[in-house]
């Protein structure tokens, strides 16, 4: 292609495709984010969640379990267990009136009673020690003061009275996070012999079986699974940026060079790649007021291939092309950098000559002619040579594009008319 690349007429930048681009790299962008940050969200919350469910349900268990042992111990008329140092009778239940707390047995062996409550606290002690869990009965209103209730106990307490059928928190403590959980106990006849003297009714709630169990290691795991839930977010974030910016990049190439072939289509000839007759008149119009602002000469000729119509006719219209084609990069090869050639129409040519006067107009214009002659004549193995007409004309101060190029045609009908192959101006050959 002859000069296309160099003087493409200027065009707006590509803004509008860069905002395309950017805005769709945004949106893009935005929405994979808001997915993921949906995604990973819903899937943190819902792995703590589980796990906070599988604490719940852990103290559930230890309450029914508490239950069962308390009925079971209440179903026997309490458990005696051996006197041992730290084993000492229940002083609570020494001051009950026909209550029998220590018996012996044939060998002198001295064993103490163990209510539901005292039994409950001795477990709990156990599992405690072991860093299991902590278990206690406690009521508005105990018989044993170390039973009395802590602020979460006594609020949780009030609850269950008003029909909340249990309550639990998360505890942070000094000591480290507990799970707090408070189910209700209720008065049965069996609890007469001891509390009796409260005014319970069967099917009252005469207090709850306290739960804490230790979270600290679950605190610690569900940091660390917060922790790989960010690191996977940020992980798949980064893959589906770089796979977008890929993308929009690979696109933004595709783009580019497809609006540079549409521009380049709507300016220039697809047969020769010449500028077009649109893009001559844009170029006429940017050189003439250059040529106003600076005073610098200003030429243009008009060139046409002699007898085209028979070449066509007589040797084909792939032939006529072939010779068009040879014309037009002969033209380029001789013309400056400054200067411009368009394929004007057909097998007209035009060329803008910048700072030329008209002599010096018509030497380039006669190298042009005795060049397609010379390098033409071997086409189609001798058989065909083709020759130019040329016009030549300068311009004249105040003239509009259309008559400049008309007086540039004048003189190539000129030539044509005294002969062709020649070179002519408007006035003179």
């Not at 009925?71 to 002083?91: A, E, I, M, S, Y």
């Not at 069996?190 to 207090?207: A, E, K, L, P, V």
């Not at 002699?306 to 033209?331: C, P, T, Y």
């Not at 368009?342 to 000559?353: C, M, P, T």
């Amino acid at each position: 292609l002859y000069k296309v690349a160099t003087q493409t007429p200027k065009v707006l930048p590509h803004m509008r495709k860069q905002r395309f681009v950017t805005t769709f790299m945004v949106t893009a962008l935005v929405i994979v984010a808001l997915v993921l940050s949906g995604t990973f969200l819903w899937f943190y919350l819902r792995t703590e969640k589980l796990s906070m469910g599988l604490v719940h349900q852990q103290a559930q268990t230890l309450f029914r379990q508490i239950v069962l042992t308390q009925r079971w111990v209440t179903q026997h008329g309490g458990v005696f267990v051996q006197v041992l140092p730290g084993v000492d009778p229940n002083p609570y239940l020494t001051s009950l009136p026909g209550l029998k707390v220590t018996i012996k047995d044939e060998d002198g062996v001295r064993y103490t009673l163990r209510n539901p409550g005292l039994a409950t606290r001795e477990i709990s002690q156990l599992a405690n020690e072991s860093g299991l869990f902590t278990v206690r009965i406690t009521s508005l209103k105990p018989v044993n003061t170390q039973n009395s209730p802590d602020a979460f106990e006594r609020d949780a307490l009030r609850k269950l009275e008003n029909g909340i059928n249990e309550v639990s928190k998360v505890d942070r403590t000094a000591k480290g996070v507990f799970y707090r959980y408070v189910a209700p106990l209720y008065y049965e006849t069996t609890c007469n012999r001891c509390h009796s003297h409260q005014g319970y009714n069967n099917g009252d709630i005469r207090g709850g079986i306290s739960i804490s169990i230790p979270m600290d290691k679950l605190v610690d795991e569900m940091k660390l699974s917060r922790l790989y839930t960010l690191f996977g977010f940020i992980v798949v974030f980064g893959t589906m940026f770089l796979i977008l910016f890929i993308i929009a990049r690979r696109f933004m190439r595709e783009l580019s060079f497809a609006q540079s072939e549409l521009e380049k289509s709507a300016c220039t000839d697809s047969l020769t790649g010449l500028f077009n007759r649109k893009t001559a008149e844009i170029r006429f119009k940017e050189e003439i007021s250059r040529h106003i602002r600076t005073g610098e000469p200003l030429s243009c000729l008009m060139l046409d291939v002699d007898h085209f119509k028979s070449v066509n006719d007589n040797h084909g219209h792939q032939i006529g092309d072939m010779a068009l084609v040879e014309v037009a990069r002969i033209v380029s090869e001789l013309s400056r950098q400054a200067d411009v050639v368009f394929r004007y129409g057909g097998e007209e040519f035009l060329v803008l000559l910048t700072n030329t006067p008209l002599q010096s107009a018509l030497i380039i214009a006669e190298r042009m002619r005795i060049k397609v002659e010379e390098e033409t004549a071997n086409l189609r193995d001798g058989s065909l040579s083709v020759t130019i007409s040329c016009g030549v004309v300068e311009y004249c101060d105040n003239e509009s594009v259309e008559k400049f190029i008309g007086r540039a045609d004048a003189a190539l009908y000129r030539a044509k008319d005294n002969g062709r192959n020649r070179v002519c101006t408007e006035n003179a050959s």
